[in-house]
């Protein structure tokens, strides 16, 4: 049978969620003194029964009053059992209804919980989900310029070599090939903001 120092002694490993310490502890300390009572009121009962025993055993000679010893401490034994058993039942009927209220709680607390990380696990994959977009969008938008510009390049017409001698010799304008730079940049900055 436990003991209320092993109730009292138990230590139980933590884990979250979890049940509160404070909580567990007070409803252990709680059960220990109820055992520890109960195990007084036991001895204490067995004592009484000694008792009963020995005062049969001094009256063995007259068996009259045996008897009436007997049926005495039969019906005294008998009393106390039956007392001790019905606050044994009220104890662990009462300890299983607060098990019940705390499981209960811890169950509520558990759903509540749950429910939370569901609704922000669905609120990531929705931003993960308008990323995954605004990338796709901003790499066909890319892909997109990318071959409008190589379709520019494609259809500037190829110079001969006369043509190519004077070229060398007079530098090429810079200013066509930036408007396109200007272009995948403001581009990049403006999907980069959508993004965001």
Excluded: C, W
């Excluded at 310029?145 to 190589?150: D, F, N």
């Excluded at 190519?164 to 408007?179: F, K, N, Q, R």
């Amino acid at each position: 049978m436990i003991t209320a120092m092993e109730i009292n002694t138990k230590r139980f490993e933590q884990a979250k969620p979890g049940y509160k310490p404070e909580e567990v502890d007070e409803f252990l300390n709680q059960i220990a003194d109820q055992i520890s009572a109960m195990t007084k009121e036991k001895e204490d009962t067995e004592k009484k029964i000694e008792v009963l025993v020995e005062s049969i055993r001094r009256y063995k000679a007259d068996e009259e009053a045996l008897k009436d010893a007997m049926i005495g401490a039969q019906k005294q034994a008998r009393a106390v059992m039956e007392e001790a058993k019905v606050k044994a039942d009220a104890i662990i009927y009462e300890a299983q209804q607060k098990a019940e209220q705390i499981i209960s709680a811890a169950n509520v607390k558990a759903d509540e919980i749950i429910g939370s990380t569901a609704v922000r696990a669905k609120k990531e994959q929705e931003t993960l989900e308008k990323m995954q977009t605004a990338v796709t969008e901003f790499k066909s938008n890319l892909l997109s310029m990318y071959k409008a510009h190589l379709e520019l390049i494609t259809s500037l017409p190829e110079a001969d070599s006369d043509d190519a001698e004077e070229e060398e010799s007079t530098p090429a304008p810079v200013h066509e090939a930036a408007p396109a730079a200007e272009d995948m940049e403001a581009t990049r900055v403006i999907d980069t903001a959508s993004m965001q």
